[in-house]
């Protein structure tokens, strides 16, 4: 059974930092099926926020481009994202997820989503 557990989130001003774990079990990267995170604000449709595949390359939105940084601890079975110069367009509750397919944020497993709020 596969489970992704976020955690990390929370609130903080404009300019500040967050980093969002993602505790993985039962699920194996492989060539054709990406792990990353998405994010949804109320009102939006989701955006990918980033990718990361079983060898280590790595994929960012345009929006979140050298603020934001995905990794992996295979040791520890878990993704990190590193979240800097954090803005309010970053508010959204972000979900970790696995097993991505087709386009967007279509993923086979997610989390619950950890809520990360950016004040002005």
């Known amino acids: 059974q596969v489970q992704l557990v976020e955690s990390g989130g929370g609130s903080v001003q404009a300019g500040g930092s967050l980093r969002l774990s993602c505790k993985v079990s039962?699920?194996?990267?492989?060539?054709?099926?990406?792990m990353g995170w998405y994010r949804q604000a109320p009102g939006h449709e989701c955006e990918l926020v980033s990718t990361?595949?079983?060898?280590?390359?790595?994929w960012y939105a345009d929006s979140v481009e050298a603020r934001f940084t995905i990794s992996q601890d295979n040791a520890k079975n878990t993704m990190y994202l590193q979240m800097n110069s954090l803005k309010p367009d970053d508010t959204a509750v972000y979900y970790c997820?696995?097993?991505?397919?087709?386009?967007?944020?279509?993923?086979?497993?997610r989390g619950q989503g950890t809520q990360v709020t950016v004040s002005s």
């Open positions: 997820a696995a097993g991505r397919y087709g386009s967007g944020c279509r993923f086979v497993y």
């Open positions: 039962g699920f194996t990267p492989s060539d054709d099926s990406d």
């Open positions: 990361i595949n079983d060898v280590g390359s790595t």
